[in-house]
């Protein structure tokens, strides 16, 4: 098992531009958090996605991000129209369908920088 | 208001002294509660978790639930413990059960 794989690493955006950041899950995890952790300060909770549904959007930005979890393919994050407040680093972790989120499994992170 | 607090952004300390990472929280209820900690350049993973009362690499965490903490600590503090630790409480809310992080504290340990 390979473990929570996010991509790309690294991204570099211009002001304006879109990111998009893409979480694939560990084998038969269906359930997907997002969180942000920006420069000298801790986890934020964004997001909570089981295949196909949004759970729990409440730590969303109420405009540009958007994220998704289809029945086929990774979990992608969106962010439309970047800003140089949402340079951070964005973790996605997983858990499996039957443990109620209490241990859940990170990727190494996408760190994206707005220039 | 529900939150988790964890007081100290830096602890700083000599190779060989004790160590205690503050963790309080205030959710109502008995919230199970976690550890967790990032390595430089690695993954966040799981430390420990209260309900299994268990050591990993010396750490111990004891809930006190009068106080409402749960204070991470190890009794001689070892270069590689060097790091980010997160207290993590486990709620219930919105229907389902959610780990709200604290902020962190990152753990500095000098030769």
């Known amino acids: 098992n390979a473990g929570v794989m996010q991509n790309p690493r690294h991204l570099v955006r211009r002001r304006g531009q879109e990111a998009r950041l893409r979480c694939s899950p560990m084998?038969?995890?269906?359930?997907v958090y997002w969180y942000r952790q920006l420069p000298e300060e801790g986890l934020k909770f964004m997001v909570y996605?089981?295949?196909?549904?949004?759970?729990?959007e409440s730590g969303m930005p109420k405009e540009r991000f958007s994220a998704e979890f289809p029945k086929e393919g990774p979990s992608i994050l969106r962010i439309q129209q970047v800003v140089r407040g949402d340079s951070a680093a964005y973790f996605c972790?997983?858990?499996?369908?039957?443990?109620?989120?209490?241990?859940?499994?990170f990727g190494p992170g996408t760190r994206l920088l707005v220039l | 208001a529900q939150r988790v607090t964890q007081p100290e952004k830096l602890l700083s300390v000599f190779k060989g002294a004790p160590v205690e990472l503050k963790c309080n929280y205030s959710?109502?209820?008995?919230?199970?509660l976690f550890w967790y900690v990032q390595y430089s350049r690695q993954r966040l993973q799981l430390l420990l978790r209260?309900?299994s009362r268990e050591s990993i690499k010396g750490f111990t965490a004891d809930l006190n639930k009068g106080e409402t903490s749960f204070h991470l600590k190890k009794p001689f503090a070892q270069e590689e413990d060097s790091a980010m630790y997160y207290c993590?409480?486990?709620?219930?809310?919105?229907?389902?059960?959610?780990?709200?992080f604290g902020a962190g504290t990152r753990l500095a340990v000098h030769p």
């Open positions: 972790a997983s858990s499996p369908p039957d443990r109620g989120g209490e241990t859940q499994y």
């Open positions: 993590a409480p486990k709620i219930f809310s919105g229907g389902y059960n959610k780990l709200i």
């Open positions: 084998k038969g995890h269906s359930h």
């Open positions: 959710y109502s209820g008995s919230p199970e």
């Open positions: 996605l089981q295949k196909e549904n949004i759970i729990d």
């Open positions: 209260h309900i």
